[in-house]
C-alpha cells in the first residue's frame, strides 16, 4: 500500500530549464491536488484535478501545468524555472466523500 | 474566495502543560469541514482533527480537542499534556462540501509549536 508517491524528492535547476514533478496514487482517488510550501509558510494550491481530463487552476499556477490523463497520475510541469518557484512540493489525493487528505512525501526544488 | 488566518506564527509551551493554537476562517458557504494537520521536521503532513460544521459539538482525539465557534468562524487546537513529540508546525485547513461543489483544501500559513522540557 503505496499511498501518494512524489518523484524526485530532490531537484537542482537552473534558471530556464524545465522539469516535471512526478506524482502516483494507487488507492483510486479522484480528487489529486498540487501545493507548494515556501519556507516557514503554509500551503498554497497550484492546481487540482477531480478526475481523469479535469483540471482547475488553484491559488498560484503562474509557471506551473499539469495534465490528468489517469486516475492514478498527477504530473506538475515546470517550463521554465525561475527561482521564485524554489520550494518543497506536495501531491495529495483524496475521495470527495472522505475527509482525509493523503500527502506524498515532497520534493524539494531549489532553482539557481 | 474562503481564506484562512493563523495569526500565531510561533508558540511555545512546557511539557505537560496544555496550549491552544489560533484559527480563524472567512467563508459564505454554511456547511464546510476544518482540519488541523501538523507537520513534524520529516515534513509528513499527518492529519491531527476535523470537525464538520454541521455537528455542533467539538472534535476530541486524544490529547486534542477543538473549540469550534461558527458564528466566529473561530477553529482553535488545543493540546492537552504536550509533549515533546508534540513539537512541530501545525496548519489550519479549511474544505467545502460536494453542494458547493468545492473540494479545495485551503490552508492557513501554520504556528509552529515548540515544546520545552
Known amino acids: 500500500n503505496a499511498g501518494v508517491t512524489q518523484t524526485p524528492k530532490f531537484r537542482i535547476l537552473k534558471i530556464g530549464q524545465s522539469m516535471t514533478l512526478q506524482c502516483t496514487q494507487d488507492m483510486n482517488h479522484n480528487y489529486m491536488y498540487w501545493y507548494r510550501q515556501d519556507p516557514g509558510m503554509g500551503l498554497k494550491l497550484i492546481y487540482y484535478?477531480?478526475?481523469?481530463?479535469?483540471?482547475d487552476k488553484g491559488e498560484v499556477p503562474n509557471g506551473y501545468n499539469v495534465s490528468r490523463s489517469t486516475t492514478e497520475d498527477f504530473p506538475l510541469r515546470l517550463e521554465l524555472a525561475a527561482p521564485s518557484q524554489t520550494s518543497v512540493y506536495f501531491c495529495?489525493?483524496?475521495?470527495?466523500?472522505?475527509?482525509?487528505?493523503?500527502f506524498g512525501a515532497g520534493s524539494r526544488l531549489t532553482v539557481l | 474566495a474562503q481564506t484562512v488566518t493563523q495569526s500565531q506564527p510561533e508558540m511555545s509551551v512546557q511539557e505537560a502543560e496544555t496550549v491552544t493554537l489560533s484559527c480563524t476562517y472567512d467563508?459564505?458557504?454554511?456547511?464546510?469541514?476544518l482540519f488541523w494537520y501538523k507537520q513534524p521536521p520529516s515534513r509528513q503532513m499527518i492529519l491531527v482533527i476535523r470537525q464538520e460544521a454541521y455537528k455542533q459539538q467539538n472534535a476530541t482525539e486524544n490529547r486534542f480537542s477543538v473549540n469550534f465557534q461558527k458564528a466566529a468562524k473561530s477553529f482553535s487546537l488545543k493540546i492537552s499534556d504536550s509533549q515533546l513529540g508534540d513539537a512541530a508546525m501545525y496548519f489550519c485547513?479549511?474544505?467545502?462540501?460536494?453542494?458547493?461543489?468545492?473540494?479545495?483544501?485551503?490552508f492557513g500559513t501554520g504556528t509552529r509549536l515548540k515544546v520545552l522540557a
Open positions: 495529495a489525493s483524496s475521495y470527495p466523500e472522505v475527509l482525509v487528505l493523503t
Open positions: 484535478s477531480v478526475g481523469a481530463g479535469i483540471t
Open positions: 485547513a479549511y474544505r467545502g462540501t460536494h453542494y458547493s461543489g468545492t473540494y479545495k483544501y485551503i
Open positions: 467563508t459564505s458557504e454554511s456547511d464546510y469541514y
